[in-house]
Each structure stands twice: as C-alpha cells, then as structure tokens.
C-alpha cells in the first residue's frame, strides 16, 4: 500500500520484464537516466515544474517502479470545480503512467513474451476519482422517486445503502493516509462539496408520509411499510455521519494551517 505523504502519489508506472540484462548498477543507472529524461520533462508538462520523479529497480528479473508525487492541493485548485479538476488529472495520470511503461519497455527492447506484469496506477487522484463517481451513482440510485413496493425494491434500497457506508469508510481511510494538511483540507471539502448534491432524505420517502399511502400500507403490508421507514431513516443517518466526519476533517486541517 503506498504511503501518501506531503507530496502524494499522483501517478505510478510498473513492469516486471523476465530478462537479464540491465543486471548491473552501472546498466541500471544509465536505463535510469534514460528513463527520467523521457519522463520528467513531460510530468512537468502535465502536473508543473515541482513534481518529484522516484525510480527504483529490484533485484532479480527487471522491476521497474516509477513514481510522479506532487502537491495534489495545489493542482486540483488551479480547476474552478474539484470534480472536473479530479477527472482531467487522473486521466492525465493514466496516460502517464502508461507512457512511462511503454518507455521502459521500450528502453529495455523487451519483446511481449517476456513482459511478465505491466501496472499503470494513478496513486491519490485515482481514488478520489473512484469515491466520486460512487457518489454520483449512490446519489441517483437515492434519487429515485417511485416508491418501492416489494421486496426485490426494498433489497435494492438495501444495496445502495451499503453501498454509501462503505464509500464512507474508503473516504475516511484514504484522507487518513494523507500527511499533507493542504491535501487532507482539499480532498475532505471537495467530497463534502460531492455530498451536498444528495436529497436530504430518500426521495420516495415524503410519499410515504402521506395519511392516505400509511393507511393502505398499513392495511395490505404493514411489514413492507415499517421496511421503507427503516431504510429511510437509515439513508438520512449515513448521510448526516458520513458529511459530519468529513467536515471534521476540514476542520481539523483549517485548526492546524491557522
């Protein structure tokens, strides 16, 4: 598991080649060299001038690890909106890491038989895009207005509400993995930014409340009705947790950069 520290992980390129060549320090380090004057220039292009270039090899069959850390912060606010800045610094990443591995295969002129592992992962930025495009879809599931009305519903209410606790848990360990305060400030207010967007309570659920719906439910299935009043108070409850711990997070980190 990568250690997010002051400069994040914005992008890492492995590859695990089945040769024996480049066995040497002195081959290793001109394939370094090779490979940070394709990398760096173009990482610089893409995230600016202070981003870091880690490579390191592991004994054995060649293993390739390259590594792009930069202030996320600082990158993500240069964009007016989190989530566009999110998306377009991740695809960036993408493409990135993918350049990098196609370098060292290319460097090391190794024929596709022989590349055992080839990895591309976008580090900080790719996790927070895969929180927010949860989101998005937790929020329409929530959205939706027709009132459940048997099991195969009610299961998957159920569903998505598992689902938002465990988007919960993944946000509280991935910006505990941030060292950086900046980070943690930025990440923790862009996903409570993602969270406003959710209705406050499931929206089929005002329908329910209705004398005329509560009396025929409570007639011809009053297990079903006390379900959806379960569900519902359950949303309401997760949502109010999950924005609450993210705002203590912003707190936190505003208490500190103060």
Known sequence: MANYIDREILCEAYTHLDIETFSTAESRAQLEQQLRSFIQPRAQFIFGQSVDLEISFEDGSLKTKIAILGAVATMISAYPDFKEGVENLTRDATILAQAANLEVVFNTQTNHCDRIRIEKRTGVLGRVNHLLNSAERIRDEAGHERVPTNELDLRRIT????????????????????????????????????????????????????????ARMLIEDIELASALDAVAARYARLLAVTKYHLLRHVNAVATRLS
């Open 159 to 214: 569903e998505n509400l598992d689902d938002l606790q465990h988007w919960h848990h993944e946000a509280d360990k991935l910006i505990a993995k941030l060292d950086g305060a900046e980070a943690k400030a930025c990440v923790a207010a862009g996903l409570l930014e993602e969270l406003e967007r959710f209705p406050e309570s499931l929206a089929w659920h005002a329908a329910t409340r209705q004398d005329n719906f509560r």
